[in-house]
């Protein structure tokens, strides 16, 4: 018996976010109806779900911008329910959020956007702040030149980039992506693709993201939830959810593009 509990306890320990009957409602409109999904440590995880299924809600849940109803999430070990302030801002440096839309500052370069949390959470000096700038901007593909433009000058990969190198900026544990590919053409969402694979290999990160990108989700994720209904419908790697035949899920296989993914995947060797 005690093993069991013991092999239990240790498997909630590799839990990066535990969230257990979660209730989320807007007015009489019902988002997440006692969900729940856990993210291990050091997997590439995605959240995918059809227009509505409170996939960005989740998300923002689980980055303390919104309190769901009911249930409880816990991230990195800590329960966000009751937080107090200084306790909530400590567990957000152990995590980075690489928004959709870049959420860059436009008056500063993007060495300056980069090196923002750093002069915000710590005490470098800037000349240091500067180097680790410049570091994390070469860690995402950037040449050193592009930390002296502004966003408004950056392509879209260009900004998903250096929205992601601000996101590591305080070298985080866990990662947030919200649809990292969305909008680039294809050779800048492949580079993505890579990045991502490679900035979990190097630092052992836990990565969540929400995408519709069907190549990222078939190439980088470990894990795919699909929300639906106010729940999580499935949940596994790709290959295993293309093997369901439930109506919420069955979009995401089905289409030229689902079933070419489905057929190329399935016809790598093992």
């Known amino acids: 018996m005690s ?21 989320t409602r807007f007015g009489s409109h019902v988002v997440h109806q006692n969900l729940n999904l856990q993210v291990r440590r050091a997997e590439v995880f995605a959240i995918i779900g059809g227009s509505g299924s409170g996939k960005s809600t989740l998300l923002r849940e689980m980055i303390l911008l919104r309190r769901p109803d009911a249930g409880s999430i816990k991230v990195l070990g800590v329960d966000l329910q009751d937080l107090s302030r200084e306790a909530a801002l400590e567990l957000r440096l152990r995590w980075g959020v690489m928004f959709q839309h870049g959420g860059l500052f436009g008056s500063l370069t993007v060495l300056e956007n980069i090196g923002l949390p750093l002069r915000e959470h710590t005490r470098l000096g800037d000349k240091l702040i500067d180097e680790i700038a410049a570091w994390k901007l070469d860690m995402t593909g950037l040449k050193p030149e592009v930390g002296a433009q502004y966003p408004a000058q950056l392509s879209g990969g260009m900004m998903k980039r250096a929205s992601l190198a601000r996101a590591l900026a305080l070298d985080p544990e866990l990662l947030f992506l919200d649809e990292p590919t969305a909008g680039l053409d294809p050779e800048s969402a492949g580079g993505v693709d890579e990045l991502v694979l490679h900035l979990r290999d190097l630092f052992g990160l836990t990565i969540v993201m929400i995408s519709h990108d069907l190549d990222l989700l078939w190439q980088v994720t470990d894990r795919v939830a699909v929300l639906g209904e106010g729940t999580v419908q499935g949940l596994g790697s790709m290959a295993e959810l293309a093997q369901l035949d439930q109506p919420t899920v069955r979009p995401f296989f089905e289409g030229a593009r689902g079933r070419a993914q489905t057929k190329e995947s399935s016809s790598k060797p093992k």
């Open 3 to 23: 093993h069991d509990i013991n092999s239990a306890a240790a498997r909630e320990g590799d839990f990066v976010i535990d969230m257990r009957q979660v209730v």
